[in-house]
């Protein structure tokens, strides 16, 4: 499978909401996901996949997802990136938020190893 196979499957299974099963199909046992931030719950760094599926199912969870736009893939030799824009509410709170996020993806062998979050933590 080439890099541009992983990544316009995983953002076509994530533009039908389908998370799991992007998840159980592109990423590596061994993934490593780092995010922007963490805390003791949710740490920044988690490593494998049982990890990231507990983090999806955590964000699954405590969200309510209004819109969802994914722009890209975009290519790099080994890695591709994409751009998420979505509408959310935080359901333990009922907030509202806007979320732009880049996350980019490294490719080995057919599956993502590594996927990084960047995003405004001022905010």
């Not at 992007?22 to 490593?47: D, F, L």
């Not at 907030?95 to 979050?117: G, M, P």
Request: hydrophobic share 35%.
């Amino acid at each position: 499978m080439s890099i541009e196979q992983v990544a316009k499957g995983l953002v076509s299974l994530c533009r039908e909401g389908q998370f799991n099963e992007a998840i159980e199909k592109y990423y590596s046992e061994g993934i490593v996901s780092v995010e922007a931030v963490g805390n003791e719950q949710m740490p920044a760094v988690m490593e494998g996949i049982q990890a990231v599926k507990a983090k999806s199912q955590w964000w699954a969870d405590n969200h309510e997802v209004h819109s969802l736009e994914i722009l890209g893939p975009y290519y790099n030799e080994n890695s591709f990136s994409i751009h998420l824009n979505s509408e959310v509410t935080f359901k333990p709170t009922g907030a509202k938020s806007t979320l732009n996020e880049v996350c980019v993806y490294e490719v080995k062998d057919d599956k993502i190893v590594k996927e990084n979050f960047f995003y405004d933590v001022t905010a």
